[in-house]
């Protein structure tokens, strides 16, 4: 990749050890470059001026005006994809669900020293993240896929393929959904259109450990439908949405007529934890043909796969449109493999989803 293709990053951080590491870290990826570092908002202002970057990291926390100041600043007077960098505090949680309704692309957290296996999942989250809102620059609001060596694996790890003979009768409706970049601000657009007798739903959206509790709080306050981070066991009933933990994956299981979810550890499956492909193959395995598939936009292709399981087990599966993903990434690999059945706008989601559960 030459260097005029390669997306240009600014690195906002009062700490000159996270600027550090975060230069190291990006520039390991082949499609980035890092163009400039900041201090604080003051210091980054002049450098957004004279180095044009495509994407900003920038810390919540700094001296002298604090992210969220900053990215209001950024998002009215000069708009460009912004990720930001947040500590695992549950105060950063929340700032963090602000800086998404501010206009943030995503949200990372920041790096630290671990264990080698840490360090490694760490970096891919983080380029992926960078990566994926450089991408949507001049759409305001935050992508071709990234080169990596990192070994990329699929759900077998975590749960055989479906059998066709692994399901027993049952009527329950269940309905299971994926999310990347952009996904945020599309799961409220379609949980708030959902009536409070709607299936249960389980989601994955691609988010940092300890932010998605502050995600489902979120939500739960604005729709009709209850929404809760899910806990291993918990149940999965009409009215309720059950949102997957950061950094674990989320298989929806069955026993007799009861469908329930299941918290596993394990890799990285398609570059993520939770993944939307193990949630997927779960779903044709213990629902089949009862489960209902929704893809939205995001950057890469977790969820293809399981969306292409759950369509050759029965169950019904929709896909966002190019128009209204902020990343047509995820729903257009689904669409390739031939396991969409229907394409539809943002707004309709919810609607169809109604109806194809009746």
């Known amino acids: 990749m030459s260097a005029g293709d390669r997306k240009r990053v600014l690195i906002v951080d009062d700490s000159a050890l996270i600027r550090q590491v975060l230069r190291v870290i990006l520039e390991r990826h082949p499609g980035l470059e890092v163009v400039g570092t900041a201090s604080d908002p003051f210091d980054a202002r002049e450098k957004i001026k004279a180095l044009n970057p495509d994407v900003l990291t920038l810390d919540v926390e700094m001296p002298r005006m604090d992210g969220l100041t900053f990215l209001h600043k950024i998002m009215s007077q000069h708009p460009i994809p912004v990720v930001m960098c947040s500590s695992l505090t549950g105060t950063g949680s929340e700032t963090a669900m602000k800086a998404l309704e501010y206009g943030a ?8 020293l671990g264990t ?31 080169r990596t060596v990192t070994p990329k694996l699929t759900a077998d790890v975590i749960m055989e393929k479906p059998s066709s003979k692994a399901m027993i009768q049952t009527t329950e409706k269940v309905v ?25 739903i389980v989601i994955v959206q691609h988010m ?36 997957a933990p950061g950094n674990h994956h989320t298989l929806l299981k069955r026993s007799g007529a009861r469908y329930y979810v299941e918290i596993k550890d394990g890799p990285l499956v398609s570059r993520h934890r939770p993944s939307v492909d193990v949630l997927f193959r779960s779903a044709a395995r213990y629902a089949g043909k009862n489960a209902v598939g929704v893809i939205m936009t995001g950057m890469g292709d977790d969820g293809a796969r399981g969306m292409k399981e759950m369509y050759d087990a029965g169950a019904v599966t929709l896909a966002q449109d190019e128009t209204t993903c902020v990343v047509y990434g995820m729903p257009q690999e689904a669409v390739k493999l031939g396991g969409v059945h229907r394409t539809l706008a943002l707004q309709h989601l919810a609607a169809e989803v109604m109806r194809s559960c009746t």
């Open 105 to 112: 692309v995503d949200i990372i957290v920041k790096p630290k």
């Open 116 to 146: 080698k296996q840490f360090i490694e999942e760490s970096r891919v989250g983080i380029c992926d993240a960078v990566k994926a809102a450089a991408m949507t620059k001049g759409k305001l609001r935050p992508v071709s896929r990234m």
């Open 176 to 200: 299971v959904v994926g999310a990347s970049t952009g996904g945020t601000e599309a799961l409220k657009v379609f949980l708030e259109m959902l009536p409070e007798n709607s299936p249960g």
């Open 208 to 243: 940092p450990e300890h932010f998605t509790a502050a995600f489902a709080k979120r939500l739960d306050s604005t729709c009709r439908v209850t929404v809760k981070e899910a806990e291993n066991n918990d149940s999965v009933v009409p009215g309720r949405v059950l949102i």
